[in-house]
């Protein structure tokens, strides 16, 4: 309009203006189907699940999915997975730290939504190791303690710790308790402090005559087996094999010793 009051015939205009002041809704019960909270874990492998959050007005735009070590962290930036998903795999690698996972939701008009958190994250594959020294047997071999090379996982069951280069056609059995050990013992080194447990004895078999260093000894800790001796996630063990000898002083030999840390 003009200052004499003359209006131009057309018009124009722009818009529509949406305007999304509101937060997104969810997500909801985060969880993991691969890992419990607080328990040791060998698996570095971690997926994340939850129910999908909402947004009214602009709608949804995805979720941004934080690993890290803390337990409270609102994670922004790019979003890492689609408005349509509920859940992830995160490669956690191993580590002794506890991580935690963070999911976070946005919308279309960039409101962030309420952070979900999981963890503590446990997961660890380094938890096997030799420690100590075998003492040398009456024909100058000393006893090695091994493994399998399985993780000692509660529900996996698989878990071997075995002994190489020991007298054959001898018994002998594998005692493990909760503490370390480094004191003389019967000639040699007691590696494993008391109180102990221990696995019924075996024959280490190899040759079937003569004096030789052929035998072996091995011990399985499956699920039932870790059930019965009460061992649980978390939990750490030191184990040493026992065997006879008669031809030495005490009669006994003993190998080197593992720790280990059961996972779940």
Excluded at 94 to 108: C, M, Q
Excluded at 168 to 186: D, K, S, V, W, Y
Excluded at 201 to 226: E, I, K, L, P, R
Excluded at 247 to 256: E, K
């Amino acid at each position: 309009v003009d200052n004499c009051g003359n209006w131009f015939a057309g018009n124009t205009n722009s818009g529509p203006y949406r305007i999304d002041p509101a937060a997104p809704q969810g997500p909801f019960q985060l969880d993991s189907s691969t890992h419990n909270a607080g328990v040791l874990s060998c698996n570095t492998s971690l997926t994340l699940t939850w129910n999908a959050a909402t947004d009214a007005l602009s709608g949804l735009a995805g979720y941004v999915v934080l690993l890290d070590t803390h337990a409270s962290t609102d994670p922004t930036g790019p979003l890492t997975a689609g408005p349509n998903a509920t859940s992830t795999t995160q490669a956690l690698g191993s580590s002794t730290t506890a991580r935690y996972a963070h999911v976070r939701a946005r919308d279309n008009a960039g409101n962030w939504g309420q952070t979900r958190h999981f963890g503590p994250i446990l997961a660890n594959t380094n938890t096997i190791s030799t420690y100590c020294t075998g003492k040398t047997n009456s024909l100058g071999c000393v006893p090695s303690i091994g493994t399998n090379g399985a993780q000692p996982t509660k529900s996996g069951g698989n878990f071997t710790v075995n002994c190489s280069n020991v007298l054959n056609q001898e018994f002998g059995l594998l005692f493990f308790g909760t503490a370390q050990l480094a004191t003389p013992f019967q000639g040699g080194t007691l590696c494993v402090a008391s109180p102990t447990q221990r696995t019924p004895s075996t024959n280490s078999g190899g040759n079937a005559s003569g004096n030789s260093c052929t035998g072996n000894y091995s011990f399985t800790f499956t699920t039932a087996q870790m059930n019965a001796f009460g061992m649980d996630p978390g939990e750490t063990f030191f184990a040493q094999w026992w065997m006879r000898d008669p031809q030495s002083a005490s009669t006994t030999g003993l190998s080197n010793a593992v720790r280990f840390t059961v996972c779940q």
